[in-house]
């Protein structure tokens, strides 16, 4: 399905081209900066607030998620500057919980069940993601800097599985009729949408020339799952944050 980039993502865009040219317009110390960054993803995916069918959660170690980014800042002025990167990322997580009557699709025994569950679930996500982040930074002191925009992402290779067991569950509601559940899987993954967008807010360190210590944290706008999907009944997101280093490719 065709997805449409969002207003919202447009708008930021225009304004963030709008702010470049007013800067650049003032002649103030402009040049271009080139970075490498990378590091490793650390979240989840997950229905924000958490809803009342799960009654208990508990993580796995996080999942090897790397990041890798190849980033350019056209710099306006001392202070401020406009990035753009292009990043491939690995979000995964991976999570154990008990629920009770949450409305899921499982497959036990190859027949398919729809109805409210009640037992123990586990998830295990694991995609991989081209994104385009763009961001305002701006220079604090000599060594500290700070960005905030917004990403569009391309969800290219997906993974959403997970299995439920020592439960049961009523099919159609949560009176239906009741089947003992030992064991049952999902595949969700082909379910998920392509297109992804967000919030980003990074922080970056430097102790040399060269190198510096970089934070960033993601904020999924766009719901996992379209509308009309019915494999879970509430909204999720991608919230991750980067842990990593950031390598300077050229220095004044």
Known sequence: MKRKIPYSVWAAMILLCFLMCRFQAQGKTPGWEYKINGGFNIGGTSPLPLPAEIRTVSFSPPALSPHAALEVIRRLNDRWGISAQITFDYKGFDANDRVKNLYTEIEMDR?????????????????????????????IGERWEVQAGMYVGHLYSANF???????????????G???????????????????????????????????????????????????????IPFKMYHIYGTLGLSYRLNTK
């Open 111 to 139: 027949e398919k069940y729809t109805g409210n569950f009640t037992g123990k679930n586990t998830t295990r996500i694991h995609n991989s993601f081209l994104t385009l982040p763009v961001a305002a930074t701006y220079r």
């Open 161 to 175: 599985k997970g299995t439920a067991s020592d439960g049961y569950i009523r099919r159609g509601s949560p009176v």
């Open 177 to 231: 009729e009741k089947t003992i559940v030992d064991y049952a899987s999902f595949d969700f993954s082909d379910k998920q949408r392509s297109f992804d967008y967000g919030l980003l807010v990074a922080g970056e360190w430097s102790f040399n020339r060269r190198f510096a210590v970089r934070g960033q944290i993601a904020w999924g706008l766009n719901p996992v799952f379209p509308s009309d999907f019915t494999g």
